[in-house]
């Protein structure tokens, strides 16, 4: 069973969503509780005009690329604000996590759970625990200011936690006893390619800074790893930190556009090159959890 998990954005409401279905019924509960939220969210999203183009479809491609629609919506949110577009601040995410997370099991579970979200005012992340953990403040975790009106929890405005943690390490090494941690990458961290056309820019543009605070927490790790005695306090904790990194470089074939696709096939897809990559990884490395690194830091340092 996991210590703790620490989520941001959809890795937010996976956790919730996992959490909750393992307190009714293990690691089966989880699997299907994960299974059924998704689902909803395709299924709710079926009529939607935001769907692949014509070309698209022909060739097989999962991309918006093509989609008026999305290209319309794109150009809109650049003149208009949500408060504009969206002055009720109604969100399709709501009743589908009402209906699908048990949110007072979440206070007991033995799964301790971090959703990060960042605070409008102080820019700054806040990490609410579970206790704390309501719609809310899930939805804040993965609010895109440009798509939604900021969350107000207590009366402070929240955006997506991507912007200062992604996801936060700092919890699991402070309030967790295990000493493993597996980070479960989707967002590349490196691309070849020099994005030129907007949509590329801007999309590489948060991949960069979505992954920053990240990269600060794991240079701290490699820093202390390096430390010859790195003393018996919060600095101990980090430099004991066993790092695992679970990624794929599917998510490299895909553009910014995919992002916003729902559809049931393709959510598929990705549970399934998920599943596919975590098999790998256990394969290769499940007999070093507890006792080493697989990530080798200063390597993935260097080239950064």
């Known amino acids: 069973m996991f210590d703790g998990i620490s989520g941001t954005s959809a890795g937010a409401m996976n956790a919730a969503v996992m959490a909750s279905g393992y307190a009714h019924g293990g690691i089966d509960g989880a699997r299907a509780a994960l299974e059924t939220f998704w689902k909803l969210v395709s299924d709710a999203s079926k009529y939607s005009p935001m769907q692949r183009g014509p070309m698209a479809m022909l060739t097989g491609r999962w991309t918006l690329e093509y989609s008026p629609m999305y290209m319309a919506t794109e150009m809109m949110s650049r003149v208009f604000s949500p408060y504009d577009l969206n002055p009720s601040g109604t969100h399709p995410l709501r009743q589908i996590l009402a209906d699908t997370v048990d949110f007072e099991c979440l206070a007991t579970s033995p799964i301790r759970l971090f959703i990060t979200a960042t605070n409008v005012r102080t820019g700054r992340g ?179």
């Open 126 to 304: 806040h990490v609410f625990r579970n206790a704390e953990i309501t719609p809310d403040a899930l939805l804040a975790s993965g609010c895109l200011p440009t798509m939604f009106q900021a969350v107000e929890i207590n009366g402070e405005a929240y955006w997506d936690g991507g912007y200062s943690g992604n996801p936060t390490i700092t919890p699991l090494v402070r309030e967790c006893k295990s000493q493993d941690t597996i980070l479960v990458q989707i967002n590349p961290i490196m691309r070849d390619a020099i994005p030129k056309s907007a949509r590329d820019i801007c999309n590489r543009l948060n991949e960069v800074s979505f992954n920053a605070p990240l990269l600060k927490e794991l240079r701290m790790i490699a820093l202390l790893h390096k430390v010859a005695d790195p003393g018996h306090g919060e600095g101990a904790l980090w430099a004991g930190m066993r790092i695992h990194r679970i990624a794929t470089d599917r998510v490299t074939e895909l553009d910014s556009t995919s992002k916003m696709i729902t559809e049931w096939p393709f959510l598929c897809q990705l549970r399934d090159e998920g599943r596919r990559t975590a098999q790998l990884f256990l394969d290769e490395h499940g007999d070093d959890l507890g006792k080493r690194s697989t990530l080798d830091l200063d390597a993935m340092m260097e080239t950064l």
